[in-house]
């Protein structure tokens, strides 16, 4: 038997578990009684591939695989997404009952060909795109691809350009020919992917590259730590790591026990994330709209978040904050609008009267501060700074 060196064996690993686990493709697809689940076959350009869509709501939630997985791949996903989003699992061309696509399989066909999907089965962006192992060089180029429909990006252990920098050619050959045995009876749509990857290994991935940092969007990225090769976690680390740190918002989660199949392993964190995702942060998306467009906007946005969004996402504190610093920059009539609109969201809440006293106070409305103070108190007696400030108030000529 050939000796297989360290080095040589951390890169056969690497590119054998770019591969969908077999115990994945074995999943048979599992739904909810609840989960109503429609599935479409429809003409992307001369061949037509075929989608499941459940669920409802904005913005869609669009999951993708790796390469030799299918829409199984999912199956302990996909239902508990459907419950807060419509979400759309699909199967790329070749595989399962999709029709055979054109050749190069590039990750900007088949991004395109999703884009194509999309829009033929009438799901408008935007858009969470979701994407495991290779699935998440596809949804790069999509992001790459059509940016302004991107809302959110959920990396899943993803492939990194970076995983074979440090490898020999000798090695990476060594490799390859590794793989291409394993491969050799994988249906066509799998070795035609395989192909095309070889080949951006081969080049030190140019597409890829070329796709740069993704949007500024709301982005997590799931790193498997068990059973992987050592050169995987620290070259996701060192990519993914730095758009998250320079993203407006984002997270990065090394899981150590889950293998490359996280979204098998442990679900719960998959959803979650997506769920982060496609609910991101109030306070940044408010905050983003005061200093964009004012502080009017601001207040519908967040009117439109609170009808859409699950209770748990909104806190007290949120405008509050967010109030304080219109007020400490002197913005009075911002902070007002803000401190109100607090008061009619949390009206059991004597620190919202309090804050909005504080600002009429400032103005020089003085019967405005007083009725906000008096409330305030009488919502909670032990407030001692509303009986300080109704003293100075009602003291005062």
Same mark, same amino acid.
């Given at each position: 038997?050939?000796?297989?060196?360290?080095?040589?064996?951390?890169?056969?690993?690497?590119?054998?578990?770019?591969?969908?686990?077999?115990?994945?493709?074995?999943?048979?697809?599992?739904?909810?009684?609840?989960?109503?689940?429609?599935?479409?076959?429809?003409?992307?350009?001369?061949?037509?591939?075929?989608?499941?869509?459940?669920?409802?709501?904005?913005?869609?939630?669009?999951?993708?695989?790796?390469?030799?997985?299918?829409?199984?791949?999912?199956?302990?996903?996909?239902?508990?997404?459907?419950?807060?989003?419509?979400?759309?699992?699909?199967?790329?061309?070749?595989?399962?009952?999709?029709?055979?696509?054109?050749?190069?399989?590039?990750?900007?066909?088949?991004?395109?060909?999703?884009?194509?999907?999309?829009?033929?089965?009438?799901?408008?962006?935007?858009?969470? !795109? +979701?994407?495991?192992?290779?699935?998440?060089? $596809? *949804?790069? =180029?999509? %992001?790459?691809?059509?940016?302004? &429909?991107? #809302?959110? !990006? +959920?990396?899943?252990?993803?492939?990194?350009? $970076? *995983?074979? =920098?440090? %490898?020999?050619?000798?090695?990476? &050959?060594? #490799?390859?020919?590794?793989?291409?045995?394993?491969?050799?009876?994988?249906?066509? =749509?799998?070795?035609?992917?395989?192909?095309?990857?070889?080949?951006?290994?081969?080049?030190?991935?140019?597409?890829l590259r070329s796709f740069g940092a993704p949007p500024d969007v709301p982005m997590m990225v799931l790193v498997a730590g068990r059973d992987?090769?050592?050169?995987?976690?620290?070259?996701?680390?060192?990519?993914?790591?730095?758009?998250?740190?320079?993203?407006?918002?984002?997270?990065?989660?090394?899981?150590?026990?889950?293998?490359?199949?996280?979204?098998?392993?442990?679900?719960?964190?998959?959803?979650?994330?997506?769920?982060?995702?496609?609910?991101?942060?109030?306070?940044?998306?408010?905050?983003?709209?005061?200093?964009?467009?004012?502080?009017?906007?601001?207040?519908?946005?967040?009117?439109?978040?609170?009808?859409?969004?699950?209770?748990?996402?909104?806190?007290?504190?949120?405008?509050?904050?967010?109030?304080?610093?219109?007020?400490?920059?002197?913005?009075?009539?911002?902070?007002?609008?803000?401190?109100?609109?607090?008061?009619?969201?949390?009206?059991?809440?004597?620190?919202?009267?309090?804050?909005?006293?504080?600002?009429?106070?400032?103005?020089?409305?003085?019967?405005?501060?007083?009725?906000?103070?008096?409330?305030?108190?009488?919502?909670?007696?032990?407030?001692?700074?509303?009986?300080?400030?109704?003293?100075?108030?009602?003291?005062?000529?």
């Amino acid at each position: 038997m050939k000796r297989i060196t360290p080095a040589s064996a951390v890169i056969l690993t690497t590119l054998a578990v770019i591969c969908a686990c077999p115990a994945v493709l074995a999943q048979q697809a599992r739904t909810t009684s609840n989960t109503s689940v429609q599935t479409q076959q429809l003409d992307v350009g001369g061949y037509k591939l075929t989608l499941q869509v459940a669920g409802t709501g904005t913005p869609t939630v669009v999951l993708d695989y790796g390469l030799g997985g299918n829409i199984a791949t999912w199956s302990d996903v996909f239902p508990e997404v459907a419950r807060f989003a419509r979400v759309v699992s699909y199967e790329r061309a070749g595989y399962g009952k999709s029709e055979p696509g054109p050749e190069p399989r590039s990750q900007t066909q088949i991004a395109t060909e999703l884009h194509t999907l999309l829009h033929r089965a009438n799901i408008a962006p935007p858009y969470v !795109l +979701v994407g495991h192992s290779l699935g998440g060089a $596809n *949804i790069r =180029a999509f %992001a790459h691809l059509f940016k302004d &429909e991107v #809302a959110g !990006l +959920v990396f899943v252990d993803p492939l990194s350009e $970076n *995983i074979f =920098a440090s %490898a020999s050619e000798k090695e990476r &050959e060594a #490799a390859q020919a590794q793989q291409e045995a394993a491969l050799k009876d994988a249906p066509a =749509a799998i070795q035609a992917e395989w192909k095309f990857l070889k080949s951006e290994n081969q080049n030190n991935f140019p597409e890829l590259r070329s796709f740069g940092a993704p949007p500024d969007v709301p982005m997590m990225v799931l790193v498997a730590g068990r059973d992987r090769p050592p050169r995987w976690v620290k070259s996701a680390l060192a990519e993914y790591g730095t758009w998250i740190t320079e993203a407006t918002e984002g997270g990065l989660v090394v899981n150590p026990d889950s293998s490359h199949a996280i979204q098998r392993d442990d679900p719960a964190l998959v959803i979650n994330s997506i769920r982060r995702v496609v609910f991101p942060s109030v306070h940044n998306a408010v905050a983003r709209a005061i200093k964009g467009q004012g502080v009017e906007a601001a207040v519908a946005l967040y009117r439109k978040m609170k009808q859409r969004y699950p209770a748990e996402f909104f806190r007290e504190n949120t405008l509050n904050t967010l109030g304080y610093q219109q007020l400490g920059a002197q913005h009075i009539p911002e902070a007002i609008a803000l401190f109100k609109l607090n008061v009619e969201m949390y009206p059991a809440g004597y620190n919202t009267y309090d804050s909005l006293a504080e600002a009429y106070m400032t103005q020089g409305d003085r019967a405005a501060a007083i009725a906000n103070y008096r409330k305030s108190l009488a919502l909670n007696p032990d407030n001692a700074n509303a009986v300080q400030m109704l003293k100075k108030l009602e003291s005062s000529p």
